[in-house]
């Protein structure tokens, strides 16, 4: 089902906490492959026929949806709309959606456009547009647009539509609308399409991803606590072009037609999954005192403005929403080892694990744990572990022998599970107490377990001396090729 709306915003959240609901059970489902991205559904019901109800309405209507705004399938209403020489019929959700665009765009003067899929489909495929063509398309983009009339609508430019910013937004909230109108049952939900999340009834925790440290198991920027909101991150640190051996963010100014760059990531808290993922896309384009400003003339906003340059800018109202986080983890610490032990300056180990996708039956997303055992098979450290209910984690059984007795590694290390793609996780050469490693080998172990497949162990030895060192794990049933490095920090 892709369609070219993954990506948009990127939040790394953990298994939501929820405040407790009396005589009710947390209810959590998991599916990849949602409009190209995953979906994760935490549900509080009464019992699990109400939860399984709330999970076939979501995903019922997420595809519903997928076939009116989707610009990869030929046969999707916005796909036919940009075919078209003349006015064709349009849905309601379609109108909804292009009346968006038309107000966000006139609010932001132009900042925020849907008229903007010439360019983006370039950008994908790497096409660097000359000066003076892209001038051209920039004054087309500028001065072009739709009339709606009823309930048909005409386009009148040549520049493509592409409404992936607004549609993603809109898609979240009308998914959860349906489940919370249909489902008196269900006394709270939390929906993470993509990384933009929306909550209603029970509050609800979201760690908030550093578009500067994007690692699976990097420490983030905050953690918010919500209630009966939503929450979109935008940024190009996890969907970028390389163009002419260049790195691009994958958002366009439709001012200058080029990338926009200045913005490493932006979060926005709203009311509505569609004002959060406009406010997110458009602050992201937008200078950050611009951007502060919109916020600020937008009601019931607020938002986590990250600069190319790692300034971290918070709107009114946004420190409210966070909650501490405690220093003493592993990479805060800096006590490091006699000299002539270390590790030379600046040098990490860098895992890049890959989970296929598994063809036929029903697909389970695995559980994964990563960790590190000196030369005398201790273990050191526990890297990551990615699991979406804490009580399944015992079924990486290996890796659960060493951490059983001591909570404190499950907490600072759980993270949620992956969809199917290729991650990355690094090791800075401190143990579970935060303290420096000596040089030497060490044992790097990747466990995965799947519900409904195979429970698999990749092992190899990597000497971490002086130089430089690359080794592979072979793929199996449920991992693809694992690399590791040795090496100086990118």
């Known amino acids: 089902m892709r369609t070219g709306l993954a990506g948009l915003g990127a ?10 609901a009396t005589a009710c059970e947390q209810f959590s489902f998991h599916h990849d492959h949602i409009l190209g991205t995953a979906l994760d559904l935490w549900v509080t019901a009464t019992d699990r026929k109400a939860a399984e109800q709330a999970e076939g309405i979501a995903l019922d209507e997420i595809e519903r949806l997928r076939c009116i705004f989707s610009t990869y399938d030929n046969e999707s209403e916005l796909s036919r709309l940009n075919r078209a020489n003349d006015a064709v019929w349009a849905s309601d959700e379609l109108i909804d959606v292009l009346r968006q665009y038309e107000t966000w765009t006139q609010l932001t003067q132009g900042a925020f456009s849907g008229q903007l899929g010439e360019l983006i489909a370039r950008q994908q495929h790497g096409i660097n547009v000359p000066s003076t063509q892209l001038a051209d398309m920039v004054g087309e983009i500028q001065h ?27 898609i979240l909230q009308n998914a959860a609308n349906r489940v919370r109108n249909a489902i008196p049952a269900a006394s709270s939900l939390v929906l993470n399409l993509g990384g933009d999340l929306i909550g209603f009834g029970s509050s609800f925790l979201v ?16 953690v918010l606590r919500l209630h009966d909101v939503s929450v979109a991150t935008s940024g190009g640190y996890q969907r970028f072009a390389n163009i002419d051996g260049e790195r691009h963010s994958h958002l366009i100014d439709p001012a ?28 992201c384009v937008l200078s950050h005192e611009e951007g502060l400003r919109l916020i600020a003339e937008t009601p019931g906003t607020s938002c986590l403005i990250v600069r190319a ?13 966070e909650l501490p986080i405690s220093a003493d ?30 063809a036929g039956g029903k697909y389970r997303r695995p ?30 059984s290996i890796w659960w022998k060493f951490v059983k007795d001591d909570q404190t590694l499950v907490r600072a290390v759980t993270r949620a599970t992956r969809s199917p793609g290729k991650y990355e996780v690094v090791w800075d050469g401190k143990d ?59």
């Open 11 to 20: 939040i790394v959240a953990g298994t939501p906490s929820f405040a407790s």
């Open 144 to 170: 072009s647009g739709w009339r709606i009339e009823g309930s048909l609508v005409t386009r009148f430019s040549g520049q493509q539509l592409n409404l992936n910013s607004a549609a993603k937004g809109f």
């Open 207 to 222: 760690a908030v991803q550093n578009p500067h440290r994007p690692e699976e198991n990097s420490r983030p920027l905050t």
């Open 256 to 283: 200058s037609g080029r990338s926009a760059d200045a913005i490493a990531g932006a979060t926005v808290v709203a009311p509505d999954s569609v004002t959060a993922n406009i406010l997110a896309t458009t602050i």
């Open 309 to 321: 340059n790692g300034e971290c800018l918070r709107s009114a109202g946004f420190a409210a929403l």
């Open 329 to 358: 983890t592993p990479e805060e610490k800096q006590e490091a080892p006699k000299t002539g032990d270390a590790w030379p300056a600046d040098y990490r180990v860098a895992i890049h694990i890959e989970l296929p996708t598994i």
């Open 367 to 396: 559980y994964v744990a990563v960790w590190i055992e000196n030369s005398g098979g201790k273990s050191v450290r526990s890297v990551t572990v990615w699991g979406n209910d804490r009580k399944w984690l015992k079924d990486l």
């Open 432 to 490: 579970d107490k935060g303290e420096a490693l000596p040089k030497g080998t060490y044992t790097i172990k990747v466990e995965v377990h799947r519900e409904h497949g195979k429970h698999l162990t990749q092992i190899g030895k990597l000497e971490c001396g002086d130089k430089p060192v690359k080794i592979t794990l072979e793929k199996n049933a449920e991992t693809g090729t694992t690399t590791i490095d040795f090496g100086k920090k990118k």
